[in-house]
């Protein structure tokens, strides 16, 4: 199925298109981003050590802050949606189902679009 972005979004395609995977990747980020504080290293293999020091502790706290910079964005900007329209929007957006009858096409794509404008504003990527 095709994903159709409005012209009047504004983005270009490809930075579109990158939210709305970003978007739909969001309960996987919502899990490894629950479950990184359970992440252990793996088991020593035996080989000698090189001579760079390794710190699993802050390559964990980078990887979370990522996550949760995405993660907020994504809630943040679905709670700008007016309520009515939010899970429409967020279930066409995820797992691509036609919008419901409480409203025309160019009412959904209005708050679709401005959507995915608002998750690429707060990832500071426009």
Same mark, same amino acid.
């Given at each position: 199925m095709?994903? $159709? /972005? !409005? =012209?009047?979004?504004?983005? !270009?395609d490809n930075l579109a298109n990158q939210v709305m995977w970003l /978007? &739909?990747? $969001? %309960? &996987?980020? =919502?899990?490894e981003y629950d479950n990184a504080i359970w992440d252990s290293p793996g088991p020593p293999d035996g080989q000698p050590r090189g001579s760079n020091t390794s710190d699993p502790t802050s390559k964990e706290a980078i990887k979370r802050a990522e996550l949760f910079k995405k993660i907020q964005a994504i809630e943040q900007s679905k709670l700008e949606i007016p309520e009515q329209y939010r899970e429409g929007i967020w279930n066409n957006i995820v797992y691509r189902t036609p919008y419901p009858s409480i409203a025309g096409r160019t009412t959904w794509w209005t708050y679709k679009t401005k959507f995915l404008c608002k998750v690429? %504003? =707060?990832l500071y990527w426009i």
């Open positions: 095709r994903d $159709y /972005i !409005p =012209k009047s979004c504004g983005l !270009p /978007i &739909r990747d $969001y %309960e &996987r980020m =919502k899990l690429a %504003e =707060k």
